[in-house]
T-cell receptor
Framework: NAGVTQTPKFQVLKTGQSMTLQCAQD?????MSWYRQDPGMGLRLIHYSVGAGITDQGEVPNGYNVSRSTTEDFPLRLLSAAPSQTSVYFCASSYSSTGETGNTIYFGEGSWLTVV | GNSVTQMEGPVTLSEEAFLTINCTYT??????LFWYVQYPGEGLQLLLKATKADDKGSNKGFEATYRKETTSFHLEKGSVQVSDSAVYFCALSDRGSQGNLIFGKGTKLSVKP
């Protein structure tokens, strides 16, 4: 069972470069999201999607772009990387897009990004 | 707004010691509560959850009870092992958050043999 798959696992970027973090899930989940994890900050929501063609901003969306053209994929784009975007990024998915409580949210294994 | 507060770490215990990690929350509705665990170099795994008041979530010897009166969801384990060394995150979701999780800052647990 693949679950939620993120690539790449590690990446080093130079300031100003752009890149895309890939996320795919094979569970036919409507809901997908991206979080970043920083020391002492827990995880913070960047963007999320409640279904194909629908995206919305989370707590820390600046500098990131997303799209959801298929149910399976939810890529995160860094438009012009900055050192402040050095972080660990997690993609997540769950079955429901209605905000029902109690749904288990599944996480990918994370992508470690360093911007120099 | 909704928020989660969990005890600061790191927490260092000897093997077979009793573990408590405190978690309290603020929410406008009736949230579901979760504990996630992150082992070194890995992603987050759901450890346990509770969806309504007085529910007890349990898994791998860990337990947490949803206490609405004290807005708490403390994580406990009677006898920790070295393999329990990880970062533990308390989180909530409710209808207002559209199913998104709101996390505490995490508590790092180190268990010494």
């Amino acid at each position: 069972n693949a679950g939620v798959t993120q690539t790449p696992k590690f990446q080093v970027l130079k300031t100003g470069q752009s890149m895309t973090l890939q996320c795919a899930q094979d569970m036919n989940h409507e809901y997908m999201s991206w979080y970043r994890q920083d020391p002492g900050m827990g995880l913070r929501l960047i963007h999320y999607s409640v279904g194909a063609g629908i995206t919305d901003q989370g707590e820390v969306p600046n500098g990131y772009n997303v799209s959801r053209s298929t149910t399976e994929d939810f890529p995160l784009r860094l438009l012009s990387a900055a050192p402040s975007q050095t972080s660990v990024y997690f993609c997540a998915s769950s079955y429901s897009s209605t905000g029902e409580t109690g749904n288990t949210i599944y996480f990918g294994e994370g992508s470690w990004l360093t911007v120099v | 707004g909704n928020s989660v507060t969990q005890m600061e770490g790191p927490v260092t215990l000897s093997e077979e010691a009793f573990l408590t990690i405190n978690c309290t929350y603020t929410a406008t509705g009736y949230p579901s509560l979760f504990w996630y665990v992150q082992y070194p170099g890995e992603g987050l795994q759901l450890l346990l959850k509770a969806t309504k008041a007085d529910d007890k979530g349990s898994n791998k010897g860990f337990e947490a009870t949803y206490r609405k009166e004290t807005t708490s969801f403390h994580l406990e384990k009677g006898s920790v092992q070295v393999s329990d060394s990880a970062v533990y995150f308390c989180a909530l979701s409710d209808r207002g958050s559209q199913g998104n999780l709101i996390f505490g800052k995490g508590t790092k647990l180190s268990v010494k043999p």
